[in-house]
């Protein structure tokens, strides 16, 4: 593959009507990543794709791509391709003859030796005769892959490429397209709604809301450590108590929250006074009955199990709170043995080094604040 150059959106805002999709975004894809643009159905992830990809023009703002500013290109005169949901595959054309299109358009006439090389990259070697109904989804999905990389483009962007495919099937196709990055080296953007692929592929994920990056980092970064409540339950899911800074113990805050103490570390509190977020991932809590022994040290909150929900791998538990607020702890079964039952009387504990403390400004209430996806977007 050819030398890529990182992607730059400088100050790129998308309006629709009155209706604003993309919000001043200012962002840097670095050469050779897997990039992912995460968010919720009208959050303006696929609209920043397609201005990327010159399918629409920017209301303002610049796209580079390295030292080359691509904003007002055509499409087709971009270093860019894009793999859809919808394959978009030609179903009168075998297999060789849809992965050898682009090439083909550019007036390229010997394409078998690079149709062969993309067969080889996405292992459908022996499918060049076959036409798009003769295949299943994922491999339909690899053609359109083939398709679009045999062009050697700058940035390959994915559409929600996935979406199609069921759980296991999706699953294996992320460890493909994984290793199809690692193998071609070139710029991955790829666009979901789904935290676990973005987090099973991404090298980066960029957190989408209303039109603008909430957080930008590593997949470990932004779910260890959120930036604020939104992507705390966004990627994955958190238990928020409303809590007050009452002091601090070496390198740990100390927080009260409903007439109960807890600690967590300075190091990962992005407010260190006054009204504040403690929150606590569900994986990281453990569930003990009254009576069994807890660590001194642990964070403990006390209360009743209302509801159970088995999933193979791991038990989800709902806990109320005495103050009244619903937890979540996810236990892990690994060891024999029926779930607890609702009603049941527990202490839900942690370590504190677990706890993560974000800002609530004044007037957030105590109620831990719920995110769903905006019904009246008008643009994805």
Not at 41 to 55: D, E, H, I, N
Not at 264 to 270: E, F
Not at 364 to 376: F, K, Q
Request: glycine letters at 8%; a neutral charge.
């Amino acid at each position: 593959m050819a030398d890529t150059a990182d992607l730059v959106l400088d100050h790129v805002t998308k309006r629709f009507g009155s209706f604003t999709a993309v919000d001043d975004l200012s962002l840097t894809v670095p050469q050779g990543s897997f990039f992912a643009l995460l968010g919720a159905s009208g959050c303006g992830k696929t609209t920043t794709l397609r201005t990327v990809a010159g399918l629409e023009e920017p209301t303002s703002g610049e796209i580079r791509l390295g030292d080359k500013v691509i904003t007002h290109l055509r499409p087709y005169r971009r270093p860019v391709n894009t793999v859809f949901q919808s394959y978009a595959l030609f179903p009168h054309l075998t297999v060789a003859d849809n992965i050898a299109f682009g090439l083909r358009r550019r007036g390229i006439r010997k394409v078998a030796p690079k149709v062969g090389e993309m067969l080889e990259l996405v292992q459908l070697a022996g499918f060049e005769r076959r036409k798009p109904a003769q295949l299943s989804g994922g491999q339909q999905q690899r053609v359109a892959l083939a398709r679009a990389l045999v062009n050697e483009p700058k940035v390959l962007l994915l559409d929600e490429p996935l979406g199609a495919l069921d759980l296991k099937l999706r699953r294996q196709m992320q460890i493909e397209l994984k290793r199809i990055q690692t193998e071609v080296g070139s710029t991955f953007l790829h666009v979901t709604h789904d935290q676990d692929e973005a987090m099973w592929m991404a090298d980066t994920v960029a957190v989408m809301n209303k039109g603008r990056i909430e957080q930008l980092g590593a997949p470990t970064e932004i779910y260890e450590f959120p930036a604020n409540p939104f992507v705390s339950n966004f990627l994955g899911q958190s238990n928020l108590f409303a809590a007050e800074v009452s002091g601090r113990s070496g390198d740990d805050l100390l927080l009260a929250a409903h007439g109960e103490r807890f600690a967590a570390p300075a190091a990962r509190a992005r407010a260190t006074g006054g009204p504040v977020w403690l929150g606590i991932r569900p994986e990281k809590v453990r569930l003990a009955l009254p009576g069994e022994q807890v660590p001194p040290q642990h964070n403990q909150v006390r209360g009743v199990l209302t509801d159970t929900c088995y999933a193979g791998v791991s038990t989800e538990y709902l806990l109320r709170t005495p103050w009244g607020q619903e937890m979540s702890v996810f236990s892990a079964n690994a060891m024999a043995g029926e779930p607890m039952v609702p009603g049941t009387e527990v202490v839900a504990h942690w370590y504190p080094a677990h706890s993560f403390v974000l800002d609530r400004p004044d007037g957030a209430g105590e109620e831990a604040p719920r995110y769903t996806a905006d019904p009246l977007g008008v643009a994805p």
